[in-house]
């Protein structure tokens, strides 16, 4: 088993600049961001887990201690970019691969074996962590047919007003065959508003050739939400402190 976490980002709305950090290493009651999601992902060795790192990366290298691979993303152009920066780790590799980020600090470790576990127990070429939330925030929503198999992905600013009734969200959070992850990489467009390739894309693609894709769900928790804002610092805080 291996992981990529994505950390490359400047964190502009968190004030980065003012505080001489990257986004990563913003501190929630005590501890960096990255590393409480390093600790969830314990269970897997650190010679195993890639970091993609960008925005003063060598703070990052400095501050997280252990034995861990570093791929460079010197230009932010999307997450599916993030991931393509992490290839040359994973040419010769043939097995199961977590996508997850270093500015989500909530994700419990059970979250992640259990995601990883569903995806080996199905034989898919990707897990899709999904969550139910009554109240939800603005994810791209789950898109399944008449009989409940997943069918699409529709970002926010995409959705229909009914489909913004769907309650059940994407997460951004994978499990990917590795081969089938950086095979389709490549498929990737960037014809968006951003110019960004997303990560997103890549569950679209394989549903589209007819590979097997499956979902985990978790439901109505707090472990989604990441940090972007002073204001979801706050929140990501009180929750960890809550938790001791």
């Known amino acids: 088993m291996k992981a990529i976490i994505l950390g ?33 992902l314990s269970f897997i ?12 990366k060598e703070m990052v290298k400095e501050e997280i ?7 460079n993303q010197d230009e ?13 780790y994973f040419t010769d590799y043939n097995g199961p691969v977590l996508v997850s980020y270093g500015d989500m600090p909530l994700f419990k470790k059970e979250t992640y074996q259990t995601l990883i576990e569903r995806h080996l127990e199905t034989g898919s070429k990707c897990t899709v962590l999904t969550a139910i939330d009554e109240n939800p925030p603005a994810y791209g929503r789950i898109i399944r047919d008449i009989n409940g198999e ?4 529709v970002e926010t600013k995409d959705c229909t007003p009914e489909q913004l009734e769907i ?16 095979q ?4 990737l467009k960037n014809e968006n508003a951003q110019n960004e390739y997303y990560l997103t894309d890549i569950p679209k693609i394989l549903l589209e050739k007819g590979e097997k894709i499956s979902t985990h769900s978790i439901y109505n928790t707090e472990e ?7 204001e979801d610092l706050i929140f990501c805080e009180k929750v960890l402190k809550a938790r001791e």
């Open 150 to 153: 997943m069918v699409g992905i």
């Open 76 to 88: 932010q152009l999307g997450t599916g970019h993030a991931v393509m920066m992490a290839e040359p």
């Open 8 to 40: 490359a980002g400047k964190g502009t709305r968190l004030q980065s600049e003012k505080f001489n950090l990257p986004k990563v290493l913003h501190k929630a009651n005590g501890k960096p961001l990255l590393q409480y999601v390093l600790n969830s």
């Open 167 to 182: 309650k059940e969200l994407n997460v951004g959070v994978y499990v990917f065959d590795s081969q089938t992850l950086f």
């Open 184 to 187: 389709n990489l490549s498929s």
């Open 224 to 230: 989604i939400y990441g940090v972007n804002t002073i």
């Open 65 to 71: 201690q252990g034995n861990y691979m570093y791929a």
């Open 45 to 56: 060795p650190e010679e195993n887990i890639c970091l993609v790192v960008g925005y003063k």
